[in-house]
């Protein structure tokens, strides 16, 4: 049981590139949503998804797309990096909000 | 939206004593209330969660206590082992989290 993966673990893009950031979760989960984790601010929520063909914005969406054809997979889009973007990406799924998430083990991106 | 603070940012301890963190939110909707602990180069993991109709879980050395009327929550480690050394992070609903918090147990 794999739980949540997440690929590429590290990646150096340069300011205007584009690229998709790859989740999958093997648990028939619900709900998955992205994270971004800068220092001294925590987890910040950019998308959700609360089921395939369903998608959200979360507190900070603005430069970044989802979608969700199917229940196991939740890409995010970077669609014109900027060096705002240099951060550490976390994807989670879960049966449903309201329970506890299983995160993957995260994607640390550097646009330069 | 939900806001949910948590402090305090740091704190040391001595190996053996106790820990407590805790966490203030905003939206009186929030019913679900879990705490996750990250290890250096990993991603959270969930240690333990609360629902609103409940005010204290406990699970070995750590428990949550949970107010309500105050929106607060808290997060108790008893007997902490230099192997609790970590960030640890509250939640509320709607995915949003706390800030965290870096705990060091010092041996």
Redesign the interface.
């Not at chain 1, 909000?97 to 995260?106: I, V």
């Given at each position: 049981n794999a739980g949540?993966t997440q690929t590429p673990k590290f990646q150096v893009l340069k300011t205007g590139q584009s690229m998709t950031l790859q989740c999958a979760q093997d648990m028939n989960h619900e709900y998955m949503?992205w994270?971004r984790q800068d220092p001294?601010?925590?987890?910040?929520?950019i998308h959700?998804s609360v089921g395939a063909g369903i998608t959200d914005q979360?507190?900070v969406p603005n430069g970044y797309n989802v979608s969700r054809s199917t229940t196991e997979d939740f890409p995010l889009r970077l669609l014109s990096a900027a060096p705002s973007q240099t951060s550490v990406y976390?994807c989670?799924s879960s049966y449903q909000?309201?329970?506890?998430?299983?995160?993957?083990?995260?994607t640390r991106l550097t646009v330069v | 939206g939900e806001n949910v603070e948590q402090h305090p940012s740091t704190l040391s301890v001595q190996e053996g004593d106790s820990a407590v963190i805790k966490c203030t939110y905003s939206d009186s909707a929030s019913n679900y209330f879990p705490w996750y602990k990250q290890e250096l180069g990993k991603g959270p993991q969930l240690i333990i969660d609360i629902r609103s109709n409940v005010g204290e879980k406990k699970d070995q050395r750590i428990a949550v206590t949970l107010n309500k009327t105050a929106k607060h929550f808290s997060l108790h480690i008893t007997e902490t082992q230099p192997e609790d050394s970590a960030v640890y992070f509250c939640a509320a609903s709607k995915g949003r989290f706390g800030a965290g918090t870096r705990l060091t147990v010092k041996p």
């Open positions: 949540v949503s994270y001294g601010m925590g987890l910040r929520l959700y979360g507190e976390f989670a909000d309201t329970y506890g998430y299983t995160f993957g083990s995260g | -």
